[in-house]
């Protein structure tokens, strides 16, 4: 991911006042150089990063004078590293609450953008994305401007198990958007996603139909889909698509692969519209959840605690009746072997597991180093290991595996290892190390008391 660039780079620069011994002017000014340079090169516009610049400054200087006696140089570290921390959380905060679609009712959600920027593709991925967290979600076609825009569709929302509606006779797109609400309607659908037509260029012709769509389907919420590629330009496009269709959220895509996407965030926010997810790639699960302060925090490598409980919350309310059994197992501390394959498999459904992983903050790097594929085959790998034990094993704390000394303290491994490895054509040491990692992550959610016990597990993991 390209951003990864300019987190490095930013990080780069609060290392170096880590390093500092004293934090005089040459330092500060030094630093919100480096900060200033990093940004200007992921294209935010010069204004912005002047004002940012100007107020980590006042900010600072305002805190040293009122503490100058007390403040040792720590503290200066860390008034100078919250303030940059709270400026480049203000830059792509636009101070605006999406709309969150709620259960148990419809929420439809209406696609607009130029042609080209990866609507139809985000269409479906926003289909997943509900759907994997427990609602019913749909997609309806009304893109008949494009020639196989509804075969795209079909394709992508037939892997994608989600279902869909469409035309290939019908040139009206107001009729079709109408007829594909309606119907999925009266079959309770949840979230229902309505692709509109593109343009190759801002014409009125598109936005006259993109309001008749709009009048037609009332939309809980209208999405302007933008490529990141645009860079700080995604401010004049927001702002010519806002005076026609009044969108209440934005998507910027392709922040896999252009230098320029901070400069297209900064400047989307600056149009005061939230951005509700960033498009990561190519494959339907490519697409981030985006809110500005969890967005800097894992920029800066440190963590996502907000998004990861979300995705655990997610997770509770399609299931509620077994997350609260699991976390009366945890409570009491009798997470079996079998819970803890179950919450394995739930990171798995949630997404790739690089994604997953860099919310937790205080995960070594290297954790996070390889492939998605390899970090999904490690965790499969696991499952195979446990699809092997004997449900009596499954149930246990992981004690049938070990013998253990007069003091209780486990002394060796029993056949039992050896049998698990030769079915799951693992070796003996691979069974091991899965035993170990099931026994830490079991004390460790009891310490924790339960609640959101594997979460608060991993955060007591720092
Ligand atoms: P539409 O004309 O706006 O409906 O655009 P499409 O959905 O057809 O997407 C255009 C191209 O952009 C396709 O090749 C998509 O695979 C690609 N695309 C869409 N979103 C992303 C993304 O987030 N990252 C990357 N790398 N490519 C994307």
């Given at each position: 991911m390209v951003l990864a660039d300019l987190g490095r780079k930013l990080n780069a620069a609060l290392s170096s006042l880590n390093r500092a011994p004293v934090v005089d002017d040459k330092v500060l000014d030094a630093l919100l150089k480096e900060v200033c340079a990093a940004l200007l090169e992921t294209d935010v516009n010069v204004k912005l990063v002047q004002q940012l610049r100007s107020k980590v400054k006042t900010k600072v200087k305002a805190t040293f004078e009122s503490t100058a006696d007390k403040a040792k140089e720590t503290n200066r570290k860390q008034v100078v590293q919250k303030a940059i921390f709270d400026e480049l959380v203000n830059l792509v905060d636009p101070g605006v609450e999406p709309y969150k679609p709620k259960k148990g009712h419809f929420n439809v959600i209406m696609a607009v953008g130029l042609q080209g920027n990866g609507k139809t593709t985000t269409c479906t991925k926003l289909a997943v994305h509900y759907q994997k967290r427990g609602f019913k979600s749909c997609i309806v076609c009304a893109d008949t401007f494009r020639a196989g825009a509804f075969d795209q569709t079909r394709q992508s929302a037939t892997k994608a198990k989600v279902a869909y509606f469409g035309s290939y006779t019908e040139t009206d797109p107001v009729a079709i958007a109408a007829q594909g609400v309606a119907k999925f309607k009266k079959e309770k659908f949840e979230v229902i996603i309505v692709d509109t037509s593109g343009r190759h260029k801002q014409e009125g012709e598109l936005f006259e139909e993109m309001v008749q769509i709009g009048n037609a389907v009332k939309p809980d919420m209208t999405v302007l889909i933008l490529d990141a590629s645009i860079g700080q330009a995604a401010e004049a496009q927001s702002r010519a698509f806002k005076e026609s269709a009044d969108f209440g959220a934005i998507i910027v895509t392709k922040m896999d692969g252009h230098?320029?996407?901070?400069?297209?965030?900064?400047a989307v926010a600056a149009t005061q519209t939230p951005i509700i997810f960033l498009g990561t790639g190519e494959h339907l699960t490519d697409l981030d959840r985006f809110s500005p302060q969890p967005f800097i925090s894992k920029l800066l490598g440190l963590g996502d605690v907000q998004g990861l409980m979300e995705h655990m919350q997610d997770l509770a309310t399609q299931n509620p009746d077994r997350q609260k059994e699991m976390a009366k197992k945890l409570e009491e501390g009798k997470l079996s072997i079998r819970d803890w394959r179950e919450q394995i498999q739930n990171v798995m459904n949630l997404g790739p597991i690089s994604k997953i992983a860099s919310m937790i903050p205080g995960l070594p790097q290297e954790l996070l180093q390889g492939s998605d594929e390899d970090g999904a085959a490690r965790m499969r790998r696991m499952?195979?290991?446990?699809?092997?034990?004997?449900?009596?094993?499954?149930?246990?704390?992981g004690s049938p595996f070990m013998e253990f000394g007069k003091d209780g303290k486990p002394v060796a491994l029993t056949w039992r290892v050896t049998r698990v490895?030769?079915?799951?054509?693992?070796?003996?040491?691979?069974?091991e190390e899965v035993l170990c990692q099931y026994r830490v992550m079991a004390s460790m959610a009891k310490q924790a008391g339960g609640k959101n016990g594997w979460l608060q597990a991993m955060q007591k993991m720092q």
């Open positions: 230098a320029k996407g901070g400069g297209a965030i900064s499952i195979y290991i446990t699809d092997s034990m004997t449900s009596a094993e499954l149930d246990s704390d490895a030769r079915g799951s054509g693992t070796s003996v040491r691979e069974v």
